[in-house]
């Protein structure tokens, strides 16, 4: 958001402000101040004039000013009605030299996960990739993966459930996704270039649209939520963990829904299968099998019943 905006908004919040007192505060003039409430107009915001001087009445429901209006994290917003893929937009401004930036969409129409499984991406959803630049290794890329599996299960826990993580980074409630994410790099060996991560969350959207038996969707869970909410807090809360790295592995293991659970990795080397034990840095699952305890670092992982 344009910051002269911000800061009226920030003004308003707090209440009325009459257009001169404005311009004072912020030092601009007063036909800045009004070309300034116009626009936030036209961005959604309903502001109204009166004697005791401009108010701020109520904020768009979604879409980029809503989600910056308030938020607590670095990061700008690029919006749109509907993308192709929000990672590949987020790539886009990679190569553009843009960082700190997070792709939000109402629709996807070539969204897909994991594996190049396609992932449907409806209008109602969350769907959105955030650019970053992390001073990181690439092989510690992992870690801002379970960064983002935690700060989504948070956002998700926002709204009222209770939400597990599926190593390595899906969110289930009840035992069905509700969310995914996809992470992108460019880098070399020893620094990440750009990092995106993609991450899908089946928030106001009916769960009969799903593809998968086993996915569901907050509003079949508990109606329809604030996706503005939602966002803010999954941005504060990566920006949160990616401040503090130590976070990220102990905050991931206090939500998992894997650790303890007898499962099955399918890996490039076949099938892993046993109980799920740890994870260790920056995101490898450890598993108790027969033949002893083996580190994995990639796979497909199936929760199993119990023996």
């Known amino acids: 958001m344009q910051a ?20 004072d505060e912020l030092d601009i003039t007063r036909a800045a101040v009004w070309k300034h409430i116009e626009a936030l107009r036209d961005a959604g915001f309903e502001v109204t004039g009166g004697s005791a001087g401009y108010e701020l009445e109520a904020i768009p429901a979604y879409g ?4 910056e209006f308030g938020l607590e994290a670095p990061y700008e917003i690029e919006y749109h009605n509907s993308v192709g893929s929000t990672n590949q937009r987020a790539r886009e401004l990679a190569t553009e030299g843009a960082e700190n930036v997070v792709v939000v969409a109402d629709e996807q129409t070539g969204g897909r996960g994991r ?35 935690v700060a989504t299960a948070e956002a998700v826990g926002s709204a009222g459930v209770e939400p597990t993580i599926k190593w390595p980074n899906d969110v289930l409630v009840d035992g069905k996704k509700v969310s995914g994410i996809l992470t992108e790099m460019e880098g070399e060996a020893d620094s990440i ?29 508990c109606g329809e939520v604030e996706r503005r909410a939602v966002v803010q807090t999954l941005l504060e809360s990566m920006a949160d963990l990616l401040d503090d790295r130590d976070k990220i592995l102990p905050e991931w293991r206090a ?53």
């Open 255 to 307: 939500r998992s829904g894997t650790l303890g659970r007898r499962v099955s990795v399918d890996t490039p080397d076949g099938p892993v299968v046993g109980e799920a034990v740890d994870i260790e840095s920056p995101g490898a699952l450890l598993v108790d099998t027969e033949n002893g305890r083996r580190r994995v670092t990639v796979g497909d992982c199936e929760h199993l019943r119990p023996e």
């Open 64 to 67: 980029a000013p809503a989600i």
């Open 115 to 149: 594996l190049e499984r396609e992932w449907a991406s409806p209008s109602g959803g969350i769907w959105l990739s955030l650019l970053l630049r992390p001073t990181l290794p690439t092989t510690h890329a992992p870690l801002v993966t379970m960064a983002a599996a």
């Open 4 to 23: 002269t905006r911000g800061q009226i908004l920030d003004a308003l919040s707090e209440g009325p402000r009459t257009g001169p007192a404005l311009a």
């Open 193 to 221: 270039s750009w990092l995106v991560v993609g991450i899908g969350i089946n928030a106001n959207v009916d769960a009969d649209a799903l593809p998968e038996d086993r996915a569901t969707s907050l509003q079949a869970l």
